[in-house]
């Protein structure tokens, strides 16, 4: 009967949490069925059988954290049944290990030095925890994990930097709470914004943008073909946005701690926020500069439904040089957005309103967005910044020239 084992992810990617098995044991699988959703530090991607046969044992549960090599799943031939569970080495050992009046201890699993369960000797702990408990020199082998299985998380790394060391076990929470892990998607997302907001230091330059033309231009092509879906402000905002990165191309780049160098792209692979069921997502438009404003709208719609069902690959979710986000009807006037780590910057959409606009020196009611540019400080200046801004609005209040510059 075949193992199958956890497989390098690529990208540094060590350990993966098993967010949940879509085969149960019994079950009969062909090649290829997709077996158990992963999480990663990365992404959250489906995992393919390479077998085909009959589902014999499962060998890790849902919330548990794995090791690449890990054995997953043992799959049998077509018609195989589960073996019998295992009898656990604790009690085979006290019925089975006793020799005169003397009984031989049952192995005991490791421990770190406070009590707490590993596996093989090491500390259950995601790579993002661990680079931070090296950042703030903490021994996470003397913790004890809050996380499921007693997991390290980022928060008693923290807690342990402070001197308010958290100890295993549930709190009770008192009446009327409702308590729930974070894991899978929102540990991504906390771990990630928390990464973002401790490294790097952000500027938010804001301008106002009338969109008034290009709200009329929207009209008419919804006009001269009203079948097809209406083509949002969001995929004119990208066509603006990699224009200007063109112009301004200390945007388009990402700081390299490490070897402390800034990386600049000459690709534009442009991060959409995308808000999911799971949380928040990043689908990726790739080659944006070679697609049109419509090809960039049929884009974003399909990143969009794959995310929202759950079915987006993991490499649609990775190689963005820059991102966007837009929250839609529900922007608000203004916002400052965290930076997709190690990118430079993020744009930020905001509400387009009706509002008083004074034109050639009278009042107009136009249409008024907010666009802003939130960035590292340390890969640019505001000067650049400030630039970069105000091409996108001169680009989005004169639409016209989208389809001549970029």
Known sequence: MPDFKLPD?????????????????GDTVVEDDSLVELTTDKATAEIPSPYAGT??????????????????????????????PAVPPKVQKAAETRTGTETVPAAEPVRSGNGNRTVGGKVKAMPPVRKLARDLGIDISVLSGSGPGGRILRQD??????????TAGPRVPSSGERREPIKGVRRLIAEKMLEAHRMIPPVTHVEEC?????????????????DAPRIPYLSFVVKATVSALQKYPALN??????????????????????????GLMVPVVKGADALTIPEIAAEIRRLAAAAQSGKIKADELKGATFTITSPGKFAG??????????????????RAVDRPWVVDGQIQIRKIMNIGVTFDHRVLDGLTAAKFNQEIVTLLEHPGLLGLEG
């Open 9 to 25: 992810l690529g990208e540094g990617v060590t350990e993966a949490e098993i967010d949940r098995w879509l085969v149960k044991e």
């Open 55 to 84: 589902v014999t044992k499962i060998h890790h549960q849902a919330g548990e954290v794995v090791p690449v090599g890990s054995i997953l799943i043992t799959i049998g031939d077509a018609g195989a049944v589960p073996a019998p």
């Open 157 to 166: 790394v923290e807690a342990a930097s402070t001197g308010s060391v958290r």
């Open 210 to 226: 009338d969109v008034t033309e290009l709200e009329k231009l929207r009209g008419i092509l919804h006009s001269r073909n009203p």
């Open 253 to 278: 780049s990402s700081l390299d701690d490490d070897a402390q160098e800034i990386v600049y792209y000459s690709r534009y692979d442009i991060g959409i926020a995308t808000d999911t069921p799971q």
């Open 333 to 350: 006037l203004m916002a400052t957005p965290i930076i997709s780590y190690p990118q430079a910057a993020i744009v930020g959409v905001h």
